[in-house]
Structure formats: structure tokens, C-alpha cells
């Protein structure tokens, strides 16, 4: 019988490199030659195509990050890194990692499953923001002023339960944040839906845009692209110290607070649109899908996706080929809630809308599971 302990390190790393990464870490845990070849820097396990996980919440085990599997179909616990994150608030993921909000509103880059963790810059130092301290030093409760142009309409003071909720709206990575200091971090905050940017590891925020209620953001092709609630897409490029958008109008008519607006790029690389209804207030075909026609500057709708599957939500919208990941469903949007404050007060909105048949399902194998922090689609990297 052979001894599949004795592979050698190069074999060993080829196999790893078809392998899930459920299916790499059950690896490392066979025996010690297998865990060597698992740990090895210049060995890149992630080179199969991933679907995403779902990260859930669990109240009742805080030592654990639960996650549900759409390639199994099952749902599983990996142990917590230190500090531990339970009850941090997710609000944004891409390349493996979440950006994260802890109970005291601080903002942290972390991979789940390394447990390595990336300090963000305090929102104490945008220029908006400021907070009221004790006789300690601690911080207590945090102001923050309404700016437009040169003048504050209104200060506004909040809780360290209502800053989480309400001013952190989604935040959005530019790189692996782990490969020098070339990460950036773009996000929207507040009620007012301010653009912000920082650097991961970095000191301090900067506000780049506060005269639009911006909605989404993506990077795509080494640029941020962001939305707003009237539909105007920008995108971002850098001319020397500063960011200048280059702007694309709008022509489709579903732009008010009751939408919510998504971009995704497909896998030929065009420019996508979700347009999906909030609350009550639903158009017609539950999830519209538009793709920008970039020479005539319209948006086309898109009435079959074909091969392709999007995950949507506080993650980093996602588009997969369901040809290469034959879990998931073709021509089909995977999507969680992102309003913070929907999942406090009971809304969990989790489904697979078919963007063809125009129907909605529940995500079938999905248990039951508490509401706060909301879930987010993340998709694993070792990295």
C-alpha cells in the first residue's frame, strides 16, 4: 500500500492547487509532511475557483465564525481569531477578508481564516467627526456634523450602537490587503452617504465627495466605481495626489431612496447595473439587470445572465461562472440585505432570484439563524 505521507513537497503542492479551500485545510490536518507542504509562502492554494460563503451569525458559541457552505450545502464553525470578533458588524469583503466594526466603532481588515486582522484609520479623523470623551480619555459617544460645501446643516451626537448602525454603510477594497501598502479602502458613510478613502494600516480617513447620496461601490480594472441615489456612475482616477471622477449619466428611471443600486463586472469585463427594490416598493421584475453600453453611454437591460451567478450584498459584488462552479444556479442573483439597521429590527432578506423565470427562492440547506451581525457573502482566501 502506498504511503501517501511521503509525497514529495511539489507533488503535494499540485494537488493543493485543485483542491477547495475546505478541502486544502481538511488536507493540512492528514499528518505533518502535508501540513508542511499547506504552510509553504510560495505555494498558492487558492487557484481552483471558489464560491463564496455565507458568514452567519452565532450568539451562542463565541469562539467560533459559522458559515454556510453553497458547495456543500452545509454549515460549519472555524475557530475565532484574537481579539475575538463576535458581534463586530460586517460591512464590506473582497479578496478573502472582511472589513469589520467592533462594539466601540473601530474598523479592522480581517481574513477569517489566517486570523490575520489590518487596523483601519479612526473615523475621528474625518474632518465630519468627533467624539465626546470621559475623565479616562475613553471615548463616550461620537458628534458628527453634516457638512455641505462650506456649511454644517446639523450635528447630530450618537451612541456607540447607533454610530455602528447608522454611519458605516459599506466599504469596499482596491488589492489583497496583505502585499505591501497598496490596499485602499473606499467607503460610504453616514446617513448623507459620504465618500471616504483610506489606506489599509493607514492614520487617517479622507472625505473625497460629500454633494451625492452615494449607493455602491466597486473596483474594477485598477479603478473605483461608485453610484448614486440618481443614478450617476462614477468613475474614480487618480491625478496625482487626488482622485477626480470621470462621470457616466444615467438614462433608466429607477433611481429614488425605495431602490437599491449594485454594480458588478461580468466575465467579459462590461459594466453592470442590479437595480433591486427596498421595502415594499418592488418593480415589476424583483431584480432588474442592466449592462452599459460604453461606446453609446446607455444602459441596456439584460434579461438572461446565461452562465453567470452574482452574489450581492455588504460583500464586494461578486460575478462567477456557473459553467466552472456547477453549485451554483445559471443566470441567477445570490443576495443578502445590506441595511444594518433592516437585520436589527428582524428583516434577514436572503435569496436566489432567477433572473430568467423572474422568480425568487429561499437558499435551500440554509438553517435558521440569528439576525445581528448581518450576513455577508465572502469569498475564502488563504492569502
Not at 474598523?107 to 474632518?127: D, E, F, S
Not at 435569496?351 to 445581528?372: A, C, S
Request: net charge positive; proline share 5%.
Amino acid at each position: 500500500m502506498a504511503d501517501w505521507s511521503k509525497l514529495s513537497i511539489d507533488i503535494s503542492s499540485l494537488i493543493h492547487g485543485e483542491l477547495s479551500v475546505l478541502d486544502y485545510i481538511r488536507v493540512g490536518a492528514v499528518c505533518k509532511q502535508w501540513n508542511f507542504a499547506c504552510k509553504l509562502k510560495y505555494h498558492c492554494p487558492t487557484k481552483k475557483p471558489q464560491s463564496p460563503w455565507l458568514v452567519l451569525p452565532d450568539e451562542c458559541d463565541t469562539t467560533t465564525i459559522k458559515f454556510f457552505s453553497i458547495l456543500e450545502k452545509k454549515t460549519y464553525k472555524i475557530p475565532c481569531p484574537e481579539p475575538m470578533i463576535h458581534r463586530r458588524a460586517y460591512i464590506g469583503s473582497g479578496h478573502g477578508w472582511l472589513v469589520t466594526v467592533n462594539d466601540t466603532c473601530s474598523m479592522h481588515l480581517l481574513n477569517p481564516l489566517t486570523g490575520a486582522q489590518i487596523p483601519l484609520p479612526p473615523v475621528t479623523t474625518l474632518p465630519f467627526v468627533s467624539a465626546h470623551h470621559n475623565s479616562h480619555g475613553q471615548i463616550i459617544e461620537f458628534v458628527v456634523e453634516v457638512p455641505y460645501g462650506a456649511n454644517i446643516i446639523s450635528t447630530l451626537v450618537f451612541s456607540f450602537e447607533r454610530m455602528r448602525c447608522i454611519f458605516f454603510q459599506k466599504a469596499v477594497l482596491s488589492a489583497v490587503p496583505d502585499v505591501g501598502d497598496n490596499c485602499l479602502i473606499m467607503m460610504i458613510c453616514n446617513n448623507w452617504k459620504h465618500l471616504v478613502i483610506g489606506r489599509a494600516g493607514g492614520e487617517a480617513w479622507k472625505c473625497i465627495s460629500i454633494y451625492h447620496h452615494y449607493t455602491n461601490i466597486i473596483h474594477r480594472k485598477g479603478k473605483f466605481h461608485t453610484i448614486s441615489d440618481t443614478g450617476i456612475v462614477k468613475v474614480w482616477e487618480h491625478d496625482g495626489l487626488f482622485l477626480r471622477p470621470k462621470i457616466i449619466k444615467s438614462n433608466i428611471r429607477y433611481f429614488l431612496n425605495q431602490f437599491m443600486h449594485y454594480l458588478v463586472e461580468s466575465l467579459d469585463g462590461n459594466l453592470l447595473l442590479i437595480v433591486r427594490a427596498q421595502e415594499e416598493i418592488k418593480p415589476s421584475d424583483g431584480f432588474l439587470v442592466f449592462s452599459l453600453d460604453e461606446q453609446e453611454q446607455k444602459w441596456k437591460k439584460v434579461n438572461n445572465l446565461h452562465e453567470q451567478t452574482l452574489f450581492l450584498g455588504y460583500n464586494h459584488s461578486v460575478c462567477l461562472s456557473a459553467a466552472n462552479l456547477p453549485e451554483l444556479q445559471h443566470s441567477c442573483i445570490y443576495s443578502t440585505n445590506n441595511k444594518l439597521l433592516y437585520f436589527q429590527h428582524g428583516s434577514h432578506d436572503m435569496e436566489i432570484f432567477y433572473l430568467k423565470e423572474k422568480k425568487t427562492r429561499r437558499i435551500y440547506h440554509l438553517e435558521r439563524h440569528l439576525n445581528w451581525p448581518p450576513p455577508i457573502w465572502l469569498t475564502p482566501s488563504l492569502s
